[in-house]
């Protein structure tokens, strides 16, 4: 029951920065690009509840927008990686050496890659987008995924039932999606959640520095750099986005936790402890 309680406040959270992400921009209260000369820099008030940033413009209604660029281009890099993580991972345990080769040299080459020198070098190339920032996210968590997924596979890949189906005529795809994949979904799930969290640092971090995005687009990173600039006219302007960023990262670990630590063993746990109360 307790793990179930503390796998519930992670959901909960997350529900409601997925509900933000979804209709933040509907649920803001005013234009957030709207620039308001005479009220720059405002405190908190009845019409603007978090105040007013350098332009005039409403923070709430500029963290709610923000909320879903913010959220989807974390979910948007998480699936890049998980591509081209989990698929190279299964592809080198069922393929041969080769391929097993080959998917090993490029998973140690993208974890060489500097972070931040390789997602400049991405939007330099490609053009600043928050989508061809993520494409560099997602290639540089896909090692994660492809360490994770690659430790669950092999154990299944020479287990007797898989053997079996392949003596029996079923085909690599079929061998990958009726008894290989099943087994490395859990692995794969907490480490989604994970690195889901990872993901929004990133971003929060890349459009801090203004990269990915376009001024006056708002995401939680990039309100933040502005908050920081005023800090002395607003000291609790950076708050509500840290906060924000702060909470959706624990909630992601948290989640994590959860299911790293699932159902299946809590009877391991209660038998160790009934062999430690006995031996007592």
């Known amino acids: 029951m307790g793990r179930v309680r503390a796998g519930t406040v992670p959901v909960g959270v997350l529900a409601v920065i997925a509900l933000l992400a979804a209709f933040g921009p509907l649920l803001a209260p005013h234009d957030p690009l709207l620039q308001d000369?005479?009220?720059?820099?405002?405190?908190?008030?009845?019409?603007?509840?978090?105040?007013?940033?350098?332009?005039?413009?409403?923070?709430l209604?500029?963290?709610?927008?923000?909320?879903?660029?913010?959220?989807?281009?974390a979910v948007?890099?998480?699936?890049?990686?998980?591509?081209?993580?989990?698929?190279?991972?299964?592809?080198?345990?069922h393929l041969g050496r080769v391929v097993e080769w080959v998917s090993l040299r490029v998973m140690e080459t993208f974890v060489t890659l500097p972070f931040l020198v390789f997602a400049v070098a991405m939007t330099a190339l490609l053009g600043n987008g928050l989508q061809q920032a993520m494409l560099a996210v997602g290639i540089l968590i896909a090692p994660g995924f492809y360490r994770v997924a690659r430790a669950a596979a092999l154990p299944v890949a020479t287990a007797q039932y898989v053997e079996a189906a392949v003596l029996a005529g079923a085909s690599s795809w079929t061998v990958l999606r009726r008894h290989v994949w099943p087994?490395?979904?859990?692995?794969?799930?907490?480490?989604?959640?994970?690195?889901?969290?990872a993901s929004l640092v990133i971003v929060s971090s890349l459009t801090f520095l203004g990269i990915g995005i376009t001024p006056p687009t708002p995401t939680w990173g990039g309100m933040l750099a502005t908050d920081l600039q005023y800090l002395y006219q607003r000291p609790f302007g950076p708050f509500v986005p840290a906060a924000l960023i702060v909470a959706?990262?624990?909630a992601c670990?948290?989640?994590a936790d959860a299911l790293r630590d699932g159902p299946s063993r809590r009877p391991l746990r209660r038998k160790v402890v009934a062999d430690v109360a006995a031996g007592a």
Request: no cysteine.
């Open 37 to 59: 000369p005479r009220a720059i820099l405002a405190g908190p008030s009845a019409q603007h509840w978090l105040g007013t940033d350098n332009l005039g413009r409403d923070v």
């Open 61 to 73: 209604s500029r963290l709610l927008t923000g909320s879903t660029l913010s959220v989807v281009a």
């Open 76 to 93: 948007e890099a998480v699936a890049v990686g998980l591509v081209l993580g989990v698929v190279p991972a299964l592809l080198s345990v």
């Open 183 to 197: 087994k490395i979904v859990p692995a794969v799930a907490v480490s989604t959640a994970s690195l889901l969290g």
């Open 248 to 250: 959706t990262v624990g």
């Open 253 to 255: 670990n948290g989640l």
